[in-house]
C-alpha cells in the first residue's frame, strides 16, 4: 500500500486521480499478461490486493472516525470496536436470511459509497459540491460491467437473482450494462470531467480475466485509495506520516484476518457454503460504508 501512494498523491485532487487511473491501466496490463501467461497467478494477486490494501482500508476506520468526530489521536477502543464487529456478523445473519433483498441493499449502498469516493475526489479538482445522486449514478457506471459479467451472474444467481436472459447471448447483459456505462460516462464527463474513470468498469470487465481480480484491481485500486483523500485533505496533515498511520491500521486488520480465517478454513471444510462465505465478505463492507459515510456513530469514550 505504502509503495502504492507517492508522498505527493495527497496533496492534491489532480494527482490523486491521475494516480488513480495510471494504477488502473497497470493492473489491466498485468492482468492481462497473467491471464496469458501465467492463469494460476491470476486469484493470488487478488487475494493479495485484497489483504494488502482493501482490509487496511477498513482497518483505518477507527482512526478516520476520531478525525470527523474531534478526536486526533484515535486509539483503538472497545466503543468502537466490538459494536463494528458484532455488525458484521448481524449483517452475515441477515445476507443468509434474506440473501436477495441483502444484495439488493448491499448494491445500492455500495454504489452510493463508491461513487462519492469519486465525486469527493472531483469536486475537490473542480472547486464544486459533491453531489450524492451523481455519486451514485457513478457508482453504478462502475459497478454494472462488473456484476453482468457471465461469471457475475452466476454469483448472483446464488443469491436468488437470475439476470441471464435464456433467449439471447449470455453477453447481452454486459454488452446493455456497458453501453449504458458509456452513456453515464460521456454525461458524467461534461460536468465532472471524470469519464475516464466511470469508463473503468467497462475496461476491467471486458479486459480482466479472473473476476475476483477485476473487482480487486478496482476496490483496491481505485476506490480505496481515492477514499483516503478527503480525509488526509481535509481534516488531518497526514501524509509524511502516512507509513505510522498504516501500522496503527494492523490491530484492527488481524482481528479481521482472524475472523476471515475462520470463515474461509470452514468454507474449506465443508461447514459454510461459498456463499456463506462470500455473504462474510459482503457483510463486512456494510459497518465500514456506514462509519466513512457517518451515518452511524460510536461512542468515543
Keep these: 500500500m505504502i509503495g502504492l501512494i507517492p508522498s505527493t498523491t495527497f496533496q492534491n485532487a489532480q494527482r490523486v486521480r491521475a494516480w488513480t487511473l495510471g494504477l488502473l491501466a497497470g493492473g489491466v ?39 470527523m468526530h474531534g478526536d486526533p489521536e484515535g486509539p483503538l477502543r472497545q466503543s468502537f470496536v466490538l459494536p463494528y464487529v458484532a455488525s458484521i456478523g448481524l449483517f452475515w445473519l441477515a445476507f443468509e436470511w434474506a440473501p436477495a433483498s441483502m444484495l439488493g441493499l448491499f448494491i445500492v449502498v455500495s454504489a452510493y459509497h463508491f461513487g462519492m469516493s469519486h465525486i469527493r475526489v ?37 443469491y436468488g437473482w437470475d439476470l441471464s436472459p435464456s433467449f439471447a447471448d449470455r453477453y447481452l447483459p454486459l454488452q446493455l450494462a456497458s453501453a449504458s456505462a458509456v452513456i453515464l460516462a460521456v454525461t458524467l464527463h461534461q460536468t465532472w470531467r471524470n469519464g475516464l474513470l466511470a469508463c473503468s468498469g467497462v475496461v476491467l ?61 470452514s468454507v474449506s471444510t465443508g461447514t459454510l457454503s461459498e456463499r456463506a462465505g462470500l455473504s462474510f465478505l459482503l457483510a463486512g463492507t456494510l459497518p465500514h460504508i456506514a462509519v466513512l459515510e457517518g451515518w452511524v456513530t460510536a461512542r468515543m469514550r
Excluded at 473542480?126 to 460491467?145: E, F, K
Design 29 to 67: 496490463c498485468l492482468a492481462a499478461a497473467l491471464a496469458q501467461w501465467l492463469p494460476e497467478g491470476q486469484t493470488p494477486l487478488a487475494v493479495l490486493l485484497i489483504a494488502a490494501i482493501g482490509i487496511q482500508h477498513g482497518a483505518l476506520d477507527h482512526i478516520l472516525h476520531a478525525h
Design 122 to 158: 472531483d469536486a475537490m479538482r473542480g472547486q464544486s459540491r459533491a453531489n450524492s445522486i451523481t455519486g451514485v449514478a457513478l457508482g453504478l457506471a462502475l459497478l454494472a460491467p462488473l456484476m453482468t459479467r457471465p461469471d457475475a451472474l452466476l454469483v448472483l444467481e446464488e
Design 205 to 265: 470487465a471486458w479486459s480482466v480475466d479472473d473476476l475476483l481480480l477485476a473487482f480487486a484491481l478496482y476496490f483496491a485500486l481505485g476506490h480505496s485509495r481515492e477514499a483516503f483523500f478527503e480525509e488526509f485533505k481535509q481534516r488531518q496533515s497526514l501524509t509524511p506520516a502516512f507509513s505510522k498511520l498504516y501500522l496503527r491500521s494492523l490491530p484492527l486488520t488481524l482481528v479481521f484476518a482472524t475472523m476471515a480465517g475462520v470463515v474461509f478454513w
